[in-house]
C-alpha cells in the first residue's frame, strides 16, 4: 500500500458518508468533535498569549522609557558633579560622543510627602529638565495629559501624576506642599517646599505613575539642596532590544571610568534596573504557556478516542483491504494521517479565530464591561472595571507572537500524530479472519 493510496484512504474516513443517506458515522462525528476541541483549546491560549504579550511590551516600554531609560548612570550623592546643576548637566558631554546614543537625561529623584488642602501622600520626586515633556518623544507619546498642560516653565510649577491628584484632591492650579527632610550637622530637619499644579498626567499605567511628581531640574539643587536624593544620567540609545546595547553600555562605562575614576558610578542597562519586574513577567507568562499547553494536550487526547471509534467503525472495510493486498503498516498510516488532519484541521480553526479576538481584544473587553454595567446599574449594584488601572494598562497593545505561535502549531501536530500512532497500528494489526468471522 503506497502511501499515495494511504491518504486517499484517509481522505475516505475523514470525509465520506455512510450508506444512509448524508448521516456521518460515529467514527466520522467523533473526528469532528476532537477538531472542536483542539480549535476551543487554541483559542484562548492564541488570545492568552497576544494579551500577554502586547502588556507585557506595553509595560516594559513604559518602564524603559518614562523611567530607567536604555541605560542609565548612577551619580554619587557626594560627588563634585552633585554640587551645581551646572556641573551635574556637564556629564552630558562625557556621553554625547558614544556611538548609539540619541539623547541625554539627567534627573533627580527622591522621596518626599505631598500635602494637598485634606490629605497626604508619599511621592516621588523627579526632578528633570523643563522641556522634557516636549523634547523626550516617549514623554509625548505614553503620557496622556489628563488636565492643564505638562508644563514645568515656571520654577515652581509640579506635573502630578493622576492616581496622586485624585488622592490629595487637587486640580490644575492648586498648590501642593512637598515636605522633604533635610540632614546636617546631626539633625534632622524637615523642609517643605510649596509647588503649584500646572498639568495632570497618566501614562496608562497606574502602578508605574501614580506617586510621580514632576519638577523643575534647578529645585533640586536649590530648595532640596541637602536632602537625600538620588542623581542619575539615563542615556536613550537606538538599540533597546538588540545586542549592540551591550556594546553601547561598555563604551558608557569606559567613559565615567575615564572621567569619573574615583567615583563608584554604576552604569546599568534597563535589564538590569528592572530585572525583578522583568522576571516576574517571564515566569507569570511561562506559567500560562505551561497551563495552555496542558490544555491542549487534554484536547489532543480526543484524537486517539475518535481515531479508535473510527477503526471500530470500519472494522470490516479493512479486513476487506487487507484481504486485497493491503499493508497492515499502510493502514496504519492511513489513520496517522487521519490524526494528523484532525490536529490540521483544529489549528486552522482555532488560530485565526484566537488572532481575530486578540487584534479585537479592546474593544471586546469594553463591550463585555458595558454589558455587566448595565445590569449592575439595573440593580443600584456599583460598577466594574474589567482591568483595574492600577495593575493593567488602560488600553492593551496588540503584539502577535508569532514565534510562539508557530511552537503552538508544531506541538499541536505532534501530539496530534503521537495520540494516532497507537491506535492505527493496533487498526494495522487487526486480524482478517476474525473480522470477518464476527461479520
Partial sequence: MTFASSLLYARKIFFSKTNRGSERSSGQRSLIGAVVCIAVSLIP????????????????????????????????????????????????????????VLKIYPEVQGMALAAGNTYRSGASLRAVEKNIFSDNPYFSYFFEVVEGKADLSGNRNAVIGKKLAGLLKVHVGDSIKIITIKSGDGKIKPRVTVFTVSGIVSCGYEELDALWVFIPLENAFTTLKGCTLDFHIGLETDSTFTSRLDKILVDSRIAVLSDMESMDSDVDDWKTVNAAQFENFASTRALLIVIMLAIILAASINISSAIVMVVMDRKKEIAILKSTGASSSGLALAF????????????????????????????????????????????????????????????????????????IVGCTVILSIVMSILPSIKAGKSSITEVLSKN
Fill in 45 to 100: 491560549l492564541v488570545a492568552v498569549l497576544s494579551v500577554s504579550s502586547g502588556m507585557i511590551s506595553g509595560i516594559t516600554g513604559r518602564m524603559i522609557h518614562l523611567s530607567s531609560q536604555d541605560i542609565r548612570v548612577t551619580v554619587p550623592a557626594d560627588s563634585e558633579y552633585t554640587m551645581s546643576q551646572e556641573k551635574f548637566l556637564s556629564l552630558e558631554k562625557m556621553f554625547s560622543g558614544i556611538d548609539g
Fill in 336 to 407: 496517522v494521517i487521519t490524526g494528523l488532519f484532525t490536529g490540521l484541521c483544529g489549528i486552522a480553526i482555532g488560530i485565526p479565530v484566537g488572532l481575530l479576538i486578540s487584534i479585537n481584544i479592546n474593544p471586546i473587553i469594553n463591550g463585555m464591561e458595558n454589558i455587566v454595567n448595565f445590569g449592575l446599574n439595573l440593580f443600584h449594584a456599583g460598577h466594574v472595571k474589567f482591568l483595574d488601572p492600577a495593575f493593567y494598562l488602560q488600553e492593551i497593545p496588540v503584539v502577535i507572537p508569532w514565534s510562539e505561535l508557530l511552537l
